[in-house]
């Protein structure tokens, strides 16, 4: 078997690989369209396939792992991601790179969560530390430089090569993970609930798409409304189904555990607020303000600058203040940096733009932060895999309606004024709206405990002396 940080590498240069491919065509949204002679709106539809199919099939990646062997599910998700890519990238109708898209979520959906997988059972616990190190450079890395590699092949080569470059870097992690990965199955393996899989799925899917579809004229109303309807109705089959189940694909019993409860809730609020960012960004700048996509992209890129030099400031912060005054005020700063770009015009100095662009991402890193590490301080050794896949999935669904809601106050927008032009007030409204969602948040956070948390932040809080 190949040493450790060699198998740490080849897993980490896949997750890299969807890092990049998550939001990339987010800088290139204008420039699809006009290729495929299509709204810009209604491609949130590329945006939220690939955020729906991670949701729900990240769940089942653990219990396919244990069932088929690691390495040949992370050999098959890397072939599908490719395949996809090619899809995309030959992609001549919104249709086509709607489900090109889809496709490519599933392979991300099982290549990251069993590339996690691998290394854990993998490394040793003396080298985890080193190894769970290089597994966080692609999540830091690759989003501040996806707006501008995507803003730069767009603007000077073509948007099709955003996915042609997974084509040679997938074939070699493909080759190399043959090699180089060993294949592990779990001794023991619970029977899929295949049932709860098509009811939540078929139900996640039917209700974000139904959402998205809303006066695109793209399906019938009565489609549309069935769709939603029918998306609502599978849910509410699944809550009873989940109560029955032994071993629910979404673990609803997880909710009780009150820290989990609020990290995921409140995170699900937060996060729908944060999802629209890539969507609505790049159109203003280039659809609004007139810039191209490349310098869009190296606008936007602040925003993952800032979250990444948060990683080096949190512990410090928690432990200074602990988690309830970092989540109540750091909720009502990061909502009002989101509000604050719909004050953004065409005279607004670009350093003004990036200021507020990387102070923003740095609170809302915090955010997460603060979010993600007590979440899971009351859970049990034994339901932490099905926590992390509950909580996995409930973001992935945030972040797609954020899409489908700020593409909403969009048309709102639109219509309000009797346009069909997309222009700056337009924007404004929708950053407006999605940082109203985003400080909502707050209000929960009121009500932790002062010392909430307190284990995991090392935060001590002063004792009152009469």
């Known amino acids: 078997m190949a040493s450790t940080r060699v198998i740490t590498l080849v897993v980490a240069s896949a997750l890299f690989m969807e890092n990049l491919d998550g939001t990339v065509i987010a800088t290139s949204l204008p420039a699809i369209a006009l290729d495929l002679d299509v709204d810009p709106i209604i491609l949130k539809l590329a945006f939220t396939s690939y955020l729906v199919a991670l949701a729900i099939f990240i769940p089942v990646s653990g219990w396919c792992a244990d069932r088929f062997g690691a390495l040949t599910v992370f050999r098959a998700a890397i072939a599908v991601f490719i395949a996809s890519s090619i899809g995309c990238a030959m992609a001549d109708s919104l249709p086509v790179l709607v489900g090109a898209r889809f496709v490519q979520g599933m392979g991300g959906a099982m290549m990251v969560p069993v590339g996690r997988l691998i290394v854990l059972r993998v490394v040793k616990k003396s080298e985890m530390l080193n190894a769970m190190a290089w597994l966080t450079i692609p999540a830091l890395v690759a989003p501040v430089i996806r707006p501008p590699l995507g803003g730069f092949i767009t603007t000077y080569i073509s948007w099709h090569w955003i996915f042609w470059l997974n084509v040679p870097i997938g074939l070699v992690g493909l080759v190399v993970a043959s090699y180089v990965i060993p294949q592990i199955r779990a001794d023991f393996v619970p029977p899929l609930d295949a049932a709860g899989f098509l009811m939540s799925g078929l139900g996640l899917s039917s209700l974000i798409f139904g959402f998205t579809l809303i006066g695109r004229d793209v399906l019938p109303d009565w489609a549309v409304l069935a769709m939603i309807g029918g998306g609502i109705a599978l849910i509410v089959l699944y809550v009873g189904h989940a109560r029955r189940s032994a071993h629910p694909i979404l673990d609803l019993a997880l909710l009780r555990v009150p820290t989990f409860r609020m990290a995921v809730g409140a995170g699900f609020l937060f996060r729908i607020g944060i999802g629209a960012i890539p969507f609505l960004l790049p159109l203003m700048l280039q659809l609004a303000f007139g810039l191209s996509p490349f310098a869009s ?69 915090l955010q997460f932060t603060s979010l993600n590490a007590p979440g899971y301080s009351d859970i049990e050794p034994v339901a932490m895999s099905r926590a992390t896949s509950f909580a996995a999935a409930a973001q992935q669904l945030a972040l797609s309606l954020g899409v489908a809601f700020a593409a909403m106050v969009l048309e709102v927008s639109q219509f309000l004024r009797g346009s069909d032009d997309l222009v700056t007030g337009d924007f404004a409204m929708g950053f407006v709206a999605v940082a109203i969602v985003s400080a909502i948040p707050c209000l929960l956070f009121l009500h932790l405990a002062p010392d909430a948390g307190a284990e995991v932040s090392g935060h001590k809080p002063r004792v009152r002396s009469d």
């Open 297 to 365: 992209g190296m606008l936007t890129f602040a925003a993952a600058a800032g979250a990444l030099t948060m990683k080096f400031s949190a512990a410090p912060i928690l432990r200074r203040l602990g988690f309830r005054q970092v989540l109540v005020f750091n909720t009502l700063v990061s909502a009002g940096l989101l509000g604050a770009i719909a004050l953004f015009t065409t005279e607004t100095p670009h350093l003004v733009i990036l200021a507020v662009l990387l102070a923003g991402g740095f609170f809302r890193s």
